[in-house]
């Protein structure tokens, strides 16, 4: 953002680029390490995820929403996904039965690198409204 100047009685003062609003969905966090060996199994895979948060005071829908990596995987919201004021939803990188709360991706490699990754999140008309960056680490990070 650009920085702009205002003239007031004489003197000069640059006024600061104004904070981005928190998104109205927000990744809070991405556990990119499952714990225990990387074997493939489903429940390693699932306990990769990422957690999307509401922090709207309305339910948004997040059908044809996106979740994807640096290297363009993609997970895509499909039929009505809402989600209510201050909720979450939890999307695991493996197979599994959808619930309210939990969406699975349905995977049998993992998404997320654990030496480092990006992960985006895109609304229906493909507007980036969050992202969330690591580096090798402890396995998870918040965002």
Known sequence: ?????????????????????????EITKVYYDSPGADNRSN?????????????????????NWTLRDKANHV??????????????????TGKGKNTAGTRYWGSGNYIWNNTGDTAY??????????KCSWKKGKGYTTC
Do not use: C, H, W
Request: hydrophobic residues 45%; proline residues 3%.
């Open 1 to 25: 953002m650009a920085a702009f100047a205002v003239v007031v009685g004489g003197s000069f003062t640059v006024a600061a680029p104004a904070q981005a609003a928190t998104p109205a969905i």
């Open 43 to 63: 429940s390693s895979l699932n306990a990769e995820y990422v957690k999307l948060t509401n922090r709207r005071a309305r339910t948004i829908n997040l059908k």
């Open 75 to 92: 997970y895509k919201f499909s039929g009505d996904v809402k989600l209510a004021k201050g909720k979450s939803v939890v999307i695991r």
């Open 121 to 130: 999140l895109r609304n229906a008309s493909g507007k980036q409204i969050d």
